[in-house]
């Protein structure tokens, strides 16, 4: 067991990977870099989500800072936030800490950003978790255009502006908060915003890949982006409903106005008013009877919550395999 001292000194960087070894080659020597001259002592813990192929051994060579490197490795693949659920988890169950880098291994969360969380964490007294506000990003305008769309949609259907990402660093004492929301197996994220724990954000410019290319393709970004909405399904099922119901209220006051003009004032209505106007009120009446049935079944998982736990996720864990340790 580490002494206290060294607990105070110790930052996990928790790094989720799926066959990006040869990012993470190049990542880890600069990570070893930002911390010449703090008094941290970083820890890798990569999370393999079920690779393809093993990290190479040179991966944990020529590092001055990092004392240790170990792999955590999966039964199988189940994804980028899941994975980092499981870190998160087994990090709080068995390497106490000081606090927690998350950030992906593609080099897209720069390393020489973490001093920046680290003194953001520091000026608020380890109270709250920091993360990684993008100010500006690298990827092309298709994608741009998308993610506003993404952010638009989230916004409208759930309230609340997320403009981050996984690069974030969380105190230890937060991590049981963390990692006991159920949320956190769907969007690591999302589930510290709906959690409303302790927040704080650094403006930081998203970098660009280190290697090869993105496997965020458009399928995928729609599977993370309703990810990220799932943890809000309660306020979604609700805003769909009252949504529905003030647009059956339009529906129904158009089409009385529409009626009352052609009996009462006698002024001749087009035929196709009235079957648009039918056809209209099935579909309100359509999205209600969604909108209800998603409501109701929101409220009926939340009584399944209590069944979570970390000890879920570390069901998914393989073996925990050493690749350096430096005393």
Known sequence: MADETSLQNRIIICIPVFDDWDCAIELLPRIDNVFS????????????????????????????RITKVGVLRLIRNVGHQRAIAIGLAHIYENVPCRAVVVMDGDGE??????????????????????????????????????????????????????????????????????????????????????AKLPIDMVPLERSRRLHGKSKMNLPALVTHGLSAMSVFSDIVGARLLVASVMAGVVLLLTTSVVLSMQFFAGLAIPGWTTAGLGILMLLVLQLFVIALFFAFATLQRRSAIDSFSRKQCLQFVRCYEELRSKT
């Open 109 to 194: 969360d720069s390393p020489d950003h973490i001093p920046r969380l680290i003194e953001r964490l520091e000026a608020g007294n380890f109270g709250q978790i920091v993360f990684a506000k993008r100010s500006r990003r690298t990827e092309g305008v298709l994608f741009k255009v998308l993610y506003w769309l993404y952010r638009w949609a989230h916004y409208a259907l759930t309230n609340t502006k997320i403009r981050v990402g996984n690069f974030s660093i969380i105190p230890y004492e937060l991590l049981p908060d963390v990692t006991s929301t159920a949320e956190v197996w769907n969007h690591y994220a999302a589930s510290v915003f709906k």
């Open 37 to 64: 001259g703090m008094i941290y002592r970083p820890e890798i813990l990569f999370v393999d989500d079920g690779s393809t192929q093993p990290p190479p051994k040179e991966i944990a060579l020529r590092l001055e």
